[in-house]
C-alpha cells in the first residue's frame, strides 16, 4: 500500500483542463506561506504595522498534532 499523503512527481498540464480542488490538493499537499504587511497611517505617519504570517498545509491521520505533548 502506497501513502497517499507522499510527495507526488511534478508533471506538466498542457493539453488537459483540471478542476480547482485538484490545484488546491497539489498546492496543500506541498504547503503554502503566505505573508503580508498591514500599515496603519495618518498624515503620513505609521501609527500600527502588523506582520502576518501563515503556514497552510494538508494534513493526514499520520502526522501529530503540533498541540500534542509527550504526556498526552
Given at each position: 500500500?502506497?501513502?497517499?499523503?507522499?510527495?507526488?512527481?511534478?508533471?506538466?498540464?498542457?493539453?488537459?483542463?483540471?478542476?480547482?480542488?485538484?490545484?488546491l490538493d497539489r498546492l496543500?499537499?506541498?504547503?503554502?506561506?503566505?505573508?503580508?504587511?498591514?500599515?496603519?497611517?495618518?498624515?503620513?505617519?505609521?501609527?500600527?504595522?502588523?506582520?502576518?504570517?501563515?503556514?497552510?498545509?494538508?494534513?493526514?491521520?499520520?502526522?501529530?498534532s503540533p498541540w500534542e505533548?509527550?504526556?498526552?
Amino acid at each position: 500500500m502506497t501513502d497517499p499523503y507522499a510527495p507526488q512527481p511534478v508533471r506538466s498540464l498542457p493539453d488537459r483542463q483540471v478542476a480547482l480542488i485538484d490545484l488546491l490538493d497539489r498546492l496543500l499537499s506541498g504547503g503554502a506561506v503566505l505573508t503580508g504587511d498591514v500599515v496603519l497611517s495618518i498624515a503620513d505617519i505609521d501609527l500600527v504595522r502588523i506582520s502576518l504570517r501563515a503556514l497552510i498545509v494538508s494534513i493526514g491521520p499520520k502526522a501529530r498534532s503540533p498541540w500534542e505533548t509527550d504526556d498526552d
